[in-house]
């Protein structure tokens, strides 16, 4: 299609402001952007729809055209809705470059036009689908939300008869007939299968539909990409934990071209409302990341304080304040060390931190990530729920907790991170102060690292399991470990080889019974001057006093670092 017929369709907002005798470029595509260079996301021929972002001062405008046009984009399409008007000195540069200039009414939503473009540059679009979008579009226009992935959903229902649901990468289910009471809903178990298939699936690289079977019945997948981060991946796991699928009670293998273009076409349509939530998650990321800054900086409290104000309402509407904060702490890791895990663990906090029972994506705007090279941190608002009828007794605070967390997403991201990966967690406690935010920070760092020493490719641990000096131990260094534990117990193994004496066995036993001569013996079923003798043996082979704490601490901390 070209610019042309775009700016001849009315329902689309456009208006010309630049560019006339370039109208007859083809469009072979569209993209959202308000990056101040969005060169690598671009491939030639787009439409470019910009809210204008952006913009910070007049000579950055020069500077975006001058991208586009080198990029080879068909024309520039700028929204109304941030400016009252469109910058004089952005239409004199896209005269400048010959780039043609369109403004966008605020009545208008980019994803209306961006279903637009995408029904109309597909020429083997089935029927059906062309019905589908054209509802849809009509139904998104009607507001800014746009009729969300359910609107889409309840025309497959309605139109096609085909179940389908919307689920995140933790197996959450976003949308689907079954959300708005259309029949019964997805259960949590199958669910979760279903996210932990589409995940592995993603992960050897094969092109969706994925078909599965789970409780007896047969699902098709489908991978809802964000349309940016796709262009811009240079590996699947740069993208696989965080998007979305769209699974569909039916067997895709009998399906005709036709209707395999329309669920391709739907996931589309759900993509474009996935990246416009996604980017209204912008200022919450940038107040988590200015807080988390003058926090790790050492800021003053009331500085600190200052920037929680502005973050409380923006996170917590209607509340005005937030009484409680905790922090909540993800590192995404893959064994070559080649991709940044970052991003990744932004994305899956966003996700997981949303409670397991709640339904759409919408949950997730109380709360505010940050990422920091292979690190991201949560910043999340706790409001007190009075336990009282009146209020009068003292404030109940709902806390996140690890174990539950861990509970609801081990299984599908496991998949997911397959034998390459592993994501660990950290939750701290609640803290009601700007005072006891780096504290909570560094809290949840801790829990983390234990959550790192255990097995398996997706831990969790949470502020409550950071009071044992056990779990200190896996924070000694390695060299330094080895070097303890041969000193202590390297002569007892030893002499163990040569004599089968059992004097390690018989180590650990006295230290468990507290050093009670008579509990140990009675334990290993020796005569108590048997054990004393043992004991001495201890004592000579390395040195050590076992009446003394001192060296009894010294053996328990050498025991469990072995």
């Given at each position: 299609?070209?610019?042309?017929?775009?700016?001849?369709?009315?329902?689309?907002?456009?208006?010309?402001?630049?560019?006339?005798?370039?109208?007859?470029?083809?469009?072979?595509?569209?993209?959202?952007?308000?990056?101040?260079?969005?060169?690598?996301?671009?491939?030639?021929?787009?439409?470019?729809?910009?809210?204008?972002?952006?913009?910070?001062?007049?000579?950055?405008?020069?500077?975006?055209?001058?991208?586009?046009?080198?990029?080879?984009?068909?024309?520039?399409?700028?929204?109304?809705?941030?400016?009252?008007?469109?910058?004089?000195?952005?239409?004199?540069?896209?005269?400048?470059?010959?780039?043609?200039?369109?403004?966008?009414?605020?009545?208008?939503?980019?994803?209306?036009?961006?279903?637009?473009?995408?029904?109309?540059?597909?020429?083997?679009?089935?029927?059906?689908?062309?019905?589908?979008?054209?509802?849809?579009?009509?139904?998104?226009?009607?507001?800014?939300?746009?009729?969300?992935?359910?609107?889409?959903?309840?025309?497959?229902?309605?139109?096609?008869?085909?179940?389908?649901?919307?689920?995140?990468?933790?197996?959450?289910?976003?949308?689907?007939?079954?959300?708005?009471?259309?029949?019964?809903?997805?259960?949590?178990?199958?669910?979760?299968?279903?996210?932990?298939?589409?995940?592995?699936?993603?992960?050897?690289?094969?092109?969706?539909?994925h078909r599965v079977t789970v409780a007896g019945d047969t699902y098709s997948l489908?991978?809802?990409?964000?349309?940016?981060?796709?262009?811009?991946?240079?590996?699947?796991?740069?993208?696989?934990?965080?998007?979305?699928?769209?699974?569909?009670?039916?067997?895709?293998?009998?399906?005709?071209?036709?209707?395999?273009?329309?669920?391709?076409?739907?996931?589309?349509?759900?993509?474009?409302?996935?990246?416009?939530?996604?980017?209204?998650?912008?200022?919450?990321?940038?107040?988590?990341?200015?807080?988390?800054?003058?926090?790790?900086?050492?800021?003053?409290?009331?500085?600190?304080?200052?920037?929680?104000?502005?973050?409380?309402?923006?996170?917590?509407?209607?509340?005005?304040?937030?009484?409680?904060?905790?922090?909540?702490?993800?590192?995404?890791?893959?064994?070559?060390?080649?991709?940044?895990?970052?991003?990744?663990?932004?994305?899956?906090?966003?996700?997981?931190?949303?409670?397991?029972?709640?339904?759409?994506?919408?949950?997730?705007?109380?709360?505010?990530?940050?990422?920091?090279?292979?690190?991201?941190?949560?910043?999340?608002?706790?409001?007190?729920?009075?336990?009282?009828?009146?209020?009068?007794?003292?404030?109940?605070?709902?806390?996140?907790?690890?174990?539950?967390?861990?509970?609801?997403?081990?299984?599908?991201?496991?998949?997911?991170?397959?034998?390459?990966?592993?994501?660990?967690?950290?939750?701290?406690?609640?803290?009601?102060?700007?005072?006891?935010?780096?504290?909570?920070?560094?809290?949840?760092?801790?829990?983390?690292?234990?959550?790192?020493?255990?097995?398996?490719?997706?831990?969790?641990?949470?502020?409550?399991?950071?009071?044992?000096?056990?779990?200190?131990?896996?924070?000694?260094?390695?060299?330094?470990?080895?070097?303890?534990?041969?000193?202590?117990?390297?002569?007892?193994?030893?002499?163990?080889?040569?004599?089968?004496?059992?004097?390690?066995?018989?180590?650990?036993?006295?230290?468990?019974?507290?050093?009670?001569?008579?509990?140990?013996?009675?334990?290993?079923?020796?005569?108590?001057?048997?054990?004393?003798?043992?004991?001495?043996?201890?004592?000579?082979?390395?040195?050590?006093?076992?009446?003394?704490?001192?060296?009894?601490?010294?053996?328990?901390?050498?025991?469990?670092?072995?």
């Amino acid at each position: 299609m070209r610019l042309r017929a775009l700016l001849e369709t009315e329902a689309l907002g456009l208006r010309l402001l630049g560019g006339e005798d370039e109208l007859d470029r083809t469009v072979r595509g569209v993209m959202t952007t308000d990056l101040r260079d969005p060169s690598r996301y671009l491939s030639g021929g787009e439409l470019v729809l910009t809210g204008l972002a952006w913009r910070r001062e007049p000579e950055d405008s020069e500077r975006f055209v001058r991208i586009l046009t080198g990029a080879g984009v068909a024309g520039l399409a700028a929204g109304e809705a941030e400016m009252a008007s469109i910058p004089d000195d952005l239409i004199r540069a896209c005269a400048r470059h010959r780039l043609p200039l369109f403004s966008v009414n605020e009545n208008v939503s980019f994803a209306s036009i961006t279903e637009h473009v995408v029904r109309q540059v597909s020429s083997e679009r089935a029927g059906d689908l062309a019905a589908v979008v054209d509802r849809h579009r009509r139904l998104m226009t009607s507001g800014p939300a746009g009729g969300g992935p359910e609107v889409v959903l309840d025309l497959l229902g309605s139109d096609l008869d085909l179940r389908a649901w919307v689920l995140s990468p933790t197996g959450r289910p976003i949308a689907g007939s079954s959300l708005a009471g259309a029949g019964p809903e997805l259960p949590a178990a199958v669910s979760a299968a279903l996210a932990g298939e589409h995940l592995a699936a993603s992960r050897t690289g094969r092109r969706g539909p994925h078909r599965v079977t789970v409780a007896g019945d047969t699902y098709s997948l489908f991978p809802i990409s964000h349309s940016s981060r796709a262009l811009a991946a240079r590996d699947v796991r740069e993208t696989v934990l965080s998007d979305w699928l769209l699974a569909v009670e039916a067997d895709a293998g009998d399906w005709s071209p036709e209707r395999l273009d329309l669920l391709d076409g739907v996931t589309q349509l759900i993509a474009v409302e996935r990246d416009r939530r996604d980017a209204a998650r912008t200022v919450r990321r940038r107040l988590a990341q200015e807080v988390l800054e003058l926090v790790q900086a050492g800021a003053a409290p009331a500085e600190i304080a200052a920037r929680l104000r502005v973050a409380a309402p923006v996170l917590l509407p209607g509340l005005g304040t937030a009484p409680h904060w905790q922090v909540v702490v993800a590192r995404v890791e893959w064994e070559d060390g080649e991709i940044q895990g970052g991003p990744v663990a932004q994305a899956l906090l966003e996700e997981m931190l949303v409670a397991p029972e709640a339904t759409g994506p919408e949950p997730s705007d109380r709360i505010a990530v940050a990422h920091m090279g292979d690190e991201a941190v949560a910043l999340v608002p706790l409001p007190a729920v009075p336990t009282g009828a009146e209020g009068g007794e003292e404030d109940r605070i709902p806390g996140l907790h690890a174990d539950r967390i861990l509970a609801a997403v081990r299984e599908p991201l496991s998949r997911g991170l397959d034998d390459d990966g592993r994501l660990t967690l950290g939750v701290s406690a609640a803290v009601h102060s700007a005072e006891g935010l780096r504290g909570a920070l560094e809290e949840a760092r801790h829990a983390r690292r234990v959550a790192a020493a255990r097995p398996g490719r997706v831990c969790a641990a949470g502020h409550q399991e950071l009071a044992s000096h056990v779990l200190l131990l896996p924070f000694v260094p390695d060299d330094v470990r080895r070097a303890f534990t041969a000193r202590l117990l390297d002569p007892l193994r030893d002499y163990d080889r040569r004599h089968r004496a059992e004097l390690i066995p018989t180590l650990e036993a006295f230290l468990d019974c507290d050093g009670s001569w008579t509990r140990c013996a009675t334990r290993l079923h020796l005569h108590v001057n048997t054990l004393r003798y043992r004991v001495g043996r201890i004592e000579q082979l390395t040195g050590r006093d076992l009446s003394r704490l001192e060296d009894k601490l010294d053996f328990f901390l050498a025991l469990r670092m072995s």
